[in-house]
């Protein structure tokens, strides 16, 4: 009889002791199974290769899987003091607020390639002739690996016509991996941005008097549907313009465009 109890107490032990390791065994799986989907969920989130820095009203730096590009570059050494050495530079116009002599002057270009429109080539020095890739409106050209296209910037409003006309400045549709990002320059509402294609980051200007309203600006930017757009050149005689009304009326037009708006002027009062 004893030895009979002695057997089932040494039975229900091993039992007890299976039960418990199975438990290990499943709660371990668990752990493993929750950490994979954690994994793949920050994988998801990672941040993008591309790199967007404001600088001032139309300067930007774009930061692209090693390759940095300055678009019209303004504000002396002292702006770019914390940003890489640009492989490209791009300039839209010949205004002081996208071709700044005194800046190019000021910054290490060594190892820059500068993409200009004619107009601007003819106002540069001599010593940046051999840097320059000229491209004007409507031509695509490859600089260090990387797609340009010269898009028309100009005025449609008689009492503007003065500022910008046609043929003369650029803007850019850049490609960069899988994504095509379109700056604007100083332009209107122009048929050739409505008919933008696949747009997925849109810089689009609105000031007055040089450019457009921001009613105008969105009217286009809810035709040619980047899938983001970023407000940038916004200052005018008057001050800055009502970006929360650009991003109302794009908004109530569209939901799935997704307005950013990033510190394009971080010295105001």
Request: charged residues 25%; glycine residues 6%.
């Amino acid at each position: 009889m004893k030895s009979y109890t002695l057997f089932l107490c040494i039975f229900s032990l091993l039992i007890v002791s299976c039960k418990e390791t199975k438990k290990e065994e499943i709660t371990a799986n668990t752990t493993i199974e929750e950490t994979v989907v954690t994994d793949n969920e920050s994988a998801k989130k990672s941040v993008s290769d591309l790199k967007i820095i404001p600088i001032q009203h139309a300067t930007t730096v774009l930061e692209y899987k090693g390759k940095t590009i300055y678009i019209d570059p303004t504000g002396g050494t002292k702006a770019f003091e914390n940003q890489k050495l640009p492989d490209i530079v791009l300039i839209t116009d010949i205004h002081g607020d996208h071709m700044n002599i005194e800046t190019l002057d000021s910054l290490n270009l060594s190892k820059s390639k500068l993409v200009v429109p004619q107009a601007v080539a003819e106002k540069l020095p001599a010593n940046y002739t051999k840097k320059l890739v000229i491209i004007n409106n409507g031509e695509i050209k490859d600089v260090n690996g990387i797609s340009i296209e010269a898009i028309p910037m100009y005025n449609l409003r008689e009492e503007a016509l003065k500022f910008h006309n046609k043929g003369r400045g650029n803007g850019y549709v850049i490609t960069l991996g899988d994504e095509r990002l379109y700056f604007s320059g100083d332009t209107e509402d122009i048929p050739e941005m409505r008919a933008l294609k696949n747009i997925d980051k849109a810089f689009v200007c609105m000031n007055l008097p040089y450019t457009m309203t921001v009613e105008s600006a969105a009217n286009a930017v809810l035709e040619f549907k980047p899938k983001q757009i970023y407000p940038y050149h916004y200052r005018g005689t008057q001050g800055l313009s009502d970006i929360a009304k650009f991003k109302e009326i794009v908004n109530n037009g569209n939901e799935t465009i997704e307005v950013i708006q990033l510190d394009w002027y971080p010295n105001r009062k």
